[in-house]
């Protein structure tokens, strides 16, 4: 137990330290999808964009917020957005589960967990890494404007597009 508890405030320690705050630049990344096509923040300048980092392919949590940003996908394009999803997994992992659950956005792999430490969403421990559930949404000038923590997968999508739209609806 004490093992256990260690770990998670040395992740937690980790973590917090260098957090990013709402109105920073968002960082740029450039990743392969489950298609092995780079994508960019940069090409989506001028557009809404959701990153959701999550732990792991095909686990239970990350199917059902997947298929969620999945079944959301129309109501995200139609407010001028664009969804990724991004994990320390590979891009052949991705492509299965993408296949396997239908989704219609792109799942970057971040496989050196770069990216994901850039957004403070990754926990190393020893060789061990995993993307933390955390969600970004940043505006058509790069800037992160709302940032979410440790979400609940089962009801976090209705979340992010409520204060999408009330976002969008603010800067009209």
């Not at 001028?46 to 109501?75: H, K, N």
């Not at 956005?105 to 957004?119: E, I, N, P």
Request: aromatic share 10%; proline share 3%.
């Amino acid at each position: 137990m004490k093992k256990k508890i260690l770990i998670l405030t040395l992740m937690f320690m980790s973590f917090t330290s260098m957090a990013l705050s709402v109105g920073d630049m968002a960082p740029g990344f450039s990743l392969p999808d489950q298609n092995n096509e780079n994508k960019t923040l940069h090409q989506h300048r001028g557009q809404w964009v959701i990153l959701y980092f999550y732990p792991m392919d095909d686990t239970p949590g990350c199917t059902t917020e997947a298929c969620s940003f999945r079944d959301a996908t129309d109501r995200i394009i139609s407010n001028k957005s664009v969804v990724y999803g991004i994990s320390v997994d590979s891009v052949e992992s991705h492509k299965i589960f993408s296949e396997k659950n239908q989704l219609s956005f792109s799942l970057l792999a971040d496989t050196s967990g770069s990216v994901s430490k850039s957004y403070n969403s990754l926990a190393e421990f020893l060789n061990w890494k995993v993307a933390m559930r955390n969600t970004f949404i940043i505006n058509p000038e790069g800037l992160i404007v709302k940032k979410y923590l440790g979400v609940d997968p089962t009801t976090h999508v209705q979340k992010v597009l409520k204060d999408l739209m009330t976002l969008q609806a603010q800067t009209s």
